[in-house]
């Protein structure tokens, strides 16, 4: 069981990416699966902000206010793979991002199982 997040890189102020969060050993289509962000620094250490998440069942989707607009979350079953989609980037987007999944709705905020992270930088 594994969740592996890729994608990320360094970006002008302004530009796209595209995370994957891509599963193996069983089907993201089976929980919800959310995005979160840490961004490094003693007094950020330990501290992961929720991004997005699309839920289980009717595929609704959850953003946080600093990324409305910008950034889209889907799923590919067919490719067990979540997308994240990274428009308009800002400096202050800059984070290690993480997917994560739970068996309970977004709302919930219960996530078990984690992927290692990739990391995005946004050039001011």
């Known amino acids: 069981v594994q969740l592996v997040e890729s994608g990320g890189g360094l970006v002008q102020t302004g530009g796209s990416l595209r995370l994957s969060c891509a599963a193996s050993g069983f089907s993201l289509d089976d929980y919800a699966v959310g995005w979160f962000r840490q961004v490094s620094g003693k007094e950020r250490e330990g501290v992961r902000e929720?991004?997005?998440?699309?839920?289980?069942?009717?595929?609704?989707?959850h953003y946080v206010d600093s990324v409305k607009g910008r950034f889209t979350i889907s799923r590919d079953n067919a490719k067990n793979t979540v997308y994240l989609q990274m428009n308009s980037l800002k400096p202050e987007d800059t984070a290690v991002y993480y997917c994560?999944?739970?068996?309970?709705?977004?709302?919930?905020?219960?996530?078990?199982?984690w992927g290692q992270g990739t990391q995005v930088t946004v050039s001011s």
């Open positions: 929720g991004v997005s998440c699309i839920s289980r069942s009717d595929g609704k989707t």
């Open positions: 994560a999944t739970s068996s309970m709705p977004c709302e919930r905020n219960e996530f078990r199982s």
